[in-house]
């Protein structure tokens, strides 16, 4: 993990051996997104991706804690709370935009996860090529506790790599991916020791970018979670019925979790993952930024992002 600077700067960039680095720079925030952090990011990627010198793309977080924790929720609230949903729209259209060039970039781009990653920082991670973590790297989508949506590409990428049916169930239940689970499953490009990161970094940086949408065989721990949320359970959880199919004591678990969810949230999220799996990755996006001021115009959206920081855990109407 990179340590922070004060330089003021919000992601910093330094470029060594024909690698650019890019550390977003907000460890006291562990790294969250705002505007002001997508736009560096993206003036800093601009230069890089322009620069003759530069081979690889890295972006990594500073501190010692979160590669980035999610998008601020002061911004989401503030808007909400004065009729200016359309700027988180736009906020979100712009980063979606920035995370398909750093997938389509010329140039191998390689996420760093030594932290936790969370919601946006777990959907930057999944735009990269490739992913390199330490067992201290994680993933996790808890918008649906938050009463939103994952909306920064993070299902469209996910069931593109693991299915729909797992990504339900991350996405649904809010559980975290371990670095050993998403190493397993193929989301992670290398799992390595503390020690073996930046040898890791320059030789992932000195290859191809992998095929991070090849078929792949899923273990065979994690076909309960899939079937937990087939369309016959889906249908059941959504209406706060237990599934079936799976043992009792984990379709309990999963029905525990879901239905502490926003309602609405857990609904597009699932139309979304359905509607995406036969539609071009532009397309998905598209389809996922045009329920975004549906979603943030809610009751829920609102209790739920208030909610955050809080003791209390938010109460959702469905509305």
């Given at each position: 993990?990179?340590?922070?600077?004060?330089?003021?700067?919000?992601?910093?960039?330094?470029?060594?051996?024909g690698i650019a680095y890019l550390t977003i720079n907000r460890p006291?925030?562990?790294?969250?997104?705002?505007?002001?952090?997508?736009?560096?990011?993206?003036?800093?990627?601009?230069?890089?991706?322009?620069?003759?010198?530069?081979?690889?793309?890295?972006?990594?977080?500073?501190?010692?804690?979160?590669?980035?924790?999610?998008?601020?929720?002061?911004?989401?609230?503030?808007?909400?709370?004065?009729?200016?949903?359309?700027?988180?729209?736009?906020?979100?259209?712009?980063?979606?935009?920035?995370?398909?060039?750093?997938?389509?970039?010329?140039?191998?781009?390689?996420?760093?996860?030594?932290?936790?990653?969370?919601?946006?920082?777990?959907?930057?991670?999944?735009?990269?090529?490739?992913?390199?973590?330490?067992?201290?790297?994680?993933?996790?989508?808890?918008?649906?506790?938050?009463?939103?949506?994952?909306?920064?590409?993070?299902?469209?990428?996910?069931?593109?790599?693991?299915?729909?049916?797992?990504?339900?169930?991350?996405?649904?239940?809010?559980?975290?991916?371990?670095?050993?689970?998403?190493?397993?499953l193929g989301i992670f490009t290398k799992l390595v020791e503390p020690?073996?990161?930046?040898?890791?970094?320059?030789?992932?940086?000195?290859?191809?970018?992998?095929?991070?949408?090849?078929?792949?065989?899923?273990?065979?721990?994690?076909?309960?979670?899939?079937?937990?949320?087939?369309?016959?359970?889906?249908?059941?959880?959504?209406?706060?019925?237990?599934?079936?199919g799976v043992a009792d004591e984990f379709a309990e678990k999963t029905?525990?979790?879901?239905?502490?969810?926003?309602?609405?949230?857990?609904?597009?999220?699932?139309?979304?993952?359905?509607?995406?799996?036969?539609?071009?990755?532009?397309?998905?996006?598209?389809?996922?930024?045009?329920?975004?001021?549906?979603?943030?115009?809610?009751?829920?959206?609102?209790?739920?992002?208030?909610?955050?920081?809080?003791?209390?855990?938010?109460?959702?109407?469905?509305?």
């Open positions: 993990m990179s340590e922070p600077q004060n330089s003021g700067e919000l992601v910093l960039a330094a470029t060594r051996d006291k925030a562990l790294n969250a997104l705002n505007e002001a952090v997508i736009g560096e990011l993206e003036t800093k990627f601009n230069a890089a991706e322009a620069d003759t010198r530069v081979t690889a793309i890295v972006i990594r977080g500073a501190g010692e804690k979160a590669f980035v924790a999610g998008a601020d929720i002061k911004f989401f609230i503030d808007n909400i709370k004065n009729n200016r949903i359309p700027d988180t729209v736009a906020f979100t259209t712009r980063g979606h935009e920035l995370l398909r060039r750093i997938e389509k970039c010329k140039k191998i781009t390689v996420a760093v996860l030594d932290g936790l990653s969370l919601g946006g920082g777990s959907e930057l991670a999944l735009a990269c090529q490739a992913i390199v973590a330490t067992a201290a790297g994680s993933m996790g989508f808890p918008e649906t506790a938050i009463g939103i949506y994952p909306g920064f590409g993070g299902m469209l990428r996910s069931a593109r790599q693991i299915g729909c049916q797992l990504t339900k169930y991350f996405v649904f239940t809010g559980r975290n991916l371990s670095a050993q689970d998403a190493y397993d020690a073996d990161l930046e040898k890791t970094i320059a030789s992932v940086c000195a290859g191809k970018a992998p095929d991070k949408y090849r078929n792949r065989e899923i273990p065979p721990r994690f076909k309960e979670m899939a079937e937990v949320c087939s369309p016959e359970n889906v249908k059941l959880l959504l209406a706060g019925k237990k599934p079936v029905l525990k979790a879901v239905a502490k969810k926003a309602p609405l949230a857990l609904k597009i999220a699932n139309e979304l993952i359905d509607v995406q799996e036969h539609a071009s990755i532009r397309e998905a996006m598209n389809l996922e930024l045009a329920r975004l001021g549906e979603i943030f115009a809610t009751e829920d959206a609102l209790v739920g992002l208030s909610s955050v920081g809080g003791k209390e855990p938010p109460k959702y109407q469905g509305k």
